[in-house]
Structures are given as C-alpha cells and as structure tokens.
C-alpha cells in the first residue's frame, strides 16, 4: 500500500491493525503516521490478544509510534480510549456523539438510504451506512477537517460515499431491507448488527448469524451472550 503511493500524492490512509501483540507497533514503525484513528477498543482477535486489557495494550502501540507533532483522533465514547489518550505525547481529539468528545455530533439521523450527521455548523448526508458508523464518519470529517480540506468539499464528496461491501452494508432487495455484514465478526459488531435490524420497520425481523471466529478461550462466553443480546433484541 505504501508503495503504491506517487509523487503526487499528498496523504496516504493505511489500515494498521493486528491479532497479537506487536504487530500494530511493527507496523506503524514502518509506516511513520502523522494522525492515527482509533475507533474502538472491543473483544476481536482475543486469541492473539488474551483479553480486552490485552487488545487495549496492542492498539496503544498506534499511539506510541506517533511523533510529538502527530495528532491522535480517539472515539470519545469508548472510555477505554479516553484513557489510553493520555499515552500520546501531543494532541489527542476526542470525536462521537458523547460528553467527552471535543468533536461532537450535533445529531445523528437514520434515513431511508443511510445516515445524515450534523456537525461542525455543516449537514454530511451519507449513503448506505447505518447510525452504528456515524463515530467513523465523524473521525473521517475530523481528519479531513484536520489537513485543510473544506468542510463544503468533505459534504460533496461524502454524499457520492460508496461502503466497503459486507461492513453492516444496506440494501434494499424488493420490499425487502437486508443489512449485509458477512465480512468478519465480533461482540460489538454482532450487536450493532441487531441494534440496526432491531431498528427497521417490519411485520418480521430476521438474524442469520455466523460464528465470531478468533476468541480463543473467550468463545463459548462471548456467544452465550450474544445468544441473550438475540432474545432480547426484538428480532
């Protein structure tokens, strides 16, 4: 991803993610990041990761690997970020929807095609997305706001958004919704996943769900209680 990059390019967005320790260190020594985003601190990759302490500690690494002058975007909402926050040397931005957060959504509304965020004095209408990514969407205009870029042009551009496929994906088949998110999960995945089917109009809702891979001893607990978040979540 690196190398593909050219001369003129000015930014460059790299995935630096992990399934054990050192892995986020590792690789965020090779790429020198400038602005690190961290979205949220869950129970994935316990195999490599022990627990949520342990995940907590790998995704620090990202914070650590950031020069004095770098600028980390934190989800204000995830308590367990806010605290690691302090582990930058330089400035930290917290973003969502919460008290904590420096950068706040005025609101978040769910439409017919996606999710509209008030923020910033300015309205970003996005397709396809659910309320369960406005925090991504606000860190997104954080950033870009961040490196210059008008607030106006982040709207444009924002309303021509295309989502990565399988991540929470909706689509109308017919008089049908479907929410795709067949690429990967977790705990927290898995219930935003039924916080938005919970959310739909209908006369019957339908979970077909999949196994959480990658939990190592942590399996059989993280879905008994999926399995109690499913009986209660009007699906």
Known sequence: SILSA??????????????????????????????????????????????????????????TALPRDGVAFLNGDDPVLRAIGRLHRGDVRLYGTGPFSHLRAESVERTADGVIVHILGERFEVPGLAPAHANNVIAAIGVAHEMGVPLAAVARRLRHFVPAEHRLLREHVGSIVLFDDGYNANPISVRAALGELGAVAGRRRVAVLGEMLDLGSHTQRCHTEIGEALATAGV
Not at 13 to 34: F, K
Not at 47 to 63: I, Y
């Open 6 to 63: 050219g001369l003129e390019h000015r930014a460059l967005v790299l995935e630096i993610g992990g399934s054990g320790p050192g892995e986020i260190g590792r690789r965020a020594a090779v790429a020198q990041p400038r602005i690190a985003v961290m979205t949220v601190i869950g129970e994935a990759h316990l195999r490599g990761f022990g627990d949520l302490a342990g995940v907590a500690r790998g995704k620090a690494e990202l914070l």
